[in-house]
């Protein structure tokens, strides 16, 4: 059964996937070159230096298969351009359903905050290595070469492979296939419906939430103590405020649902 799948790898701790903007580069000729042999759309994604993340549809067993071939041949550019043979081995991906429409706008948002929450750009936009310069901005044409206009020999020092790509791909002056080619921009316009509430997404902090929900709060309970050290930061992300005591009423009701949502926090615990 197809669905939308929240896909990332888990962040190496001791290397980068992608060193400089040629691996850049690389990395995102692999994506254009993984989706053609796949049954699976690409609605947004993101990479970074040390990891990467798409949010896909397709089957669950389709979108997993995607994840592991971008990781195979990330490794295999690893391994030829630096030496590391083990690299990312031991690196998993992670994959899950994304089974509710605010689950599906906040991993939108997820995905194409990344590198401003980690103080990269000061607009999601700005990223190159990411989509979220597609959407919403009409008919606007790029200036590129179609892939299907060029030397056999020129395509191939492009994609540095032989798989047959589409030949409407365009590529622009880096020798880099457009997101915009492969990037199911219209899906994720019609999911959000105006390009405010992609503003809005993009304003608000949801890497706990998300991270959460995708990884920790599947398999992790927190202790009463854990939970009092977090809420602080719960506060003043959601509220802007620095106690418990400066929120209003139904500001309380919303932190008991965070609380449940975000910790798995008991009834109980949430009393206490």
Not at 84 to 104: C, H, M, N, P
Request: proline share 3%; with cysteine.
């Amino acid at each position: 059964m197809k669905g939308y799948y929240n896909v990332s790898s888990l962040g190496l701790e001791r290397n980068d996937i992608f060193k400089s903007n040629e691996d850049f580069i690389s990395g995102m000729n692999d994506i254009a070159i993984c989706i053609t042999g796949f049954e699976v759309r690409i609605l947004c994604f993101c990479l970074m230096s040390n990891h990467f993340h798409f949010l896909l549809y397709g089957t669950s067993d389709e979108c997993r298969r995607f994840a592991y071939e971008y990781k195979r041949r990330c490794a295999i550019r690893m391994r030829l351009t630096s030496g590391e043979v083990q690299a990312l081995k031991e690196v998993g991906i992670q994959i899950d359903l994304v089974d509710t429409k605010e689950y599906l706008e906040n991993v939108v948002a997820y995905i194409l905050r990344n590198p401003l929450a980690a103080g990269i750009v000061i607009m999601p936009y700005c990223y190159k290595w990411s989509s979220a310069s597609l959407y919403f901005r009409g008919e606007k044409p790029e200036a590129g070469e179609r892939l299907g206009g060029m030397s056999e020999r020129k395509r191939f020092r492009i994609l540095k492979s032989r798989v047959p790509v589409p030949d409407h791909y365009m590529v622009d002056e880096c020798g880099m296939i457009m997101p915009s080619s492969y990037v199911d921009v219209e899906s994720v316009e019609r999911i959000l419906h105006h390009p405010s509430r992609l503003m809005m997404l993009l304003s608000k902090r949801v890497e706990n939430e998300v991270e959460l929900k995708f990884g920790v709060a599947d398999s992790v309970n927190l202790t009463d103590q854990e939970i009092l050290t977090q809420m602080p930061v719960l506060i003043r992300n959601e509220f802007g405020k620095d106690t418990i005591e400066q929120l209003s009423m139904e500001q309380r009701v919303r932190l008991c649902l965070l609380l449940k949502r975000n910790f798995r926090a008991g009834v109980k615990q949430i009393a206490t």
